[in-house]
């Protein structure tokens, strides 16, 4: 799958550390960041896939796993470091869930928001992987 885990540069010294995300840390150029924070433990997010968009998702505080499939494959990662991101390129299905207390996921995407780019019924994603 295309997928990959990716070190985040960082900035270490006696008083903390530094992430930095700039330049060719990250195999897109950055349109638009969100995150998503205060997610219940039972809840699942996602639950889409994209056709052009690239997302790079990192999490900032606490942990939540990450099921990816491209419709034949599935695999699962489990994100609980500021220092690490995965990279989910485009054409893939994602589910983010069992969210810790306090986690906060911060997502940096190829685009800004396009309805039309998003595949969020798994049957439809299924036909779009087979054409």
């Known amino acids: 799958m295309d997928i990959q885990i990716i070190d985040i540069p960082k900035f270490e010294d006696h008083t903390g550390n530094v992430g930095v995300i ?5 195999p897109f150029e950055m349109k638009r960041i969100f995150y998503l924070y205060d997610i219940s433990g ?11 968009l690239k997302q790079f998702l990192i999490a900032i505080s606490g942990s939540f796993e990450v099921t990816i499939t491209d419709g034949t494959n599935k695999e699962r ?4 470091r500021p220092d690490k991101g995965l ?20 997502v940096v995407a190829s685009d800004v928001y396009i309805e039309d780019d998003y595949i969020r019924n798994y049957d439809e994603f299924l036909d779009y992987v087979k054409s």
Do not use: Q
């Open 22 to 26: 700039e330049g060719n840390a990250i």
């Open 42 to 52: 039972t809840s699942v997010r996602g639950r889409h896939a994209h056709k052009e």
């Open 77 to 80: 990662v489990f994100l609980n």
């Open 87 to 106: 990279l989910i390129n485009s054409g893939l299905w994602s589910e983010l869930e069992n969210f810790s207390s306090g986690a906060v996921c911060m």
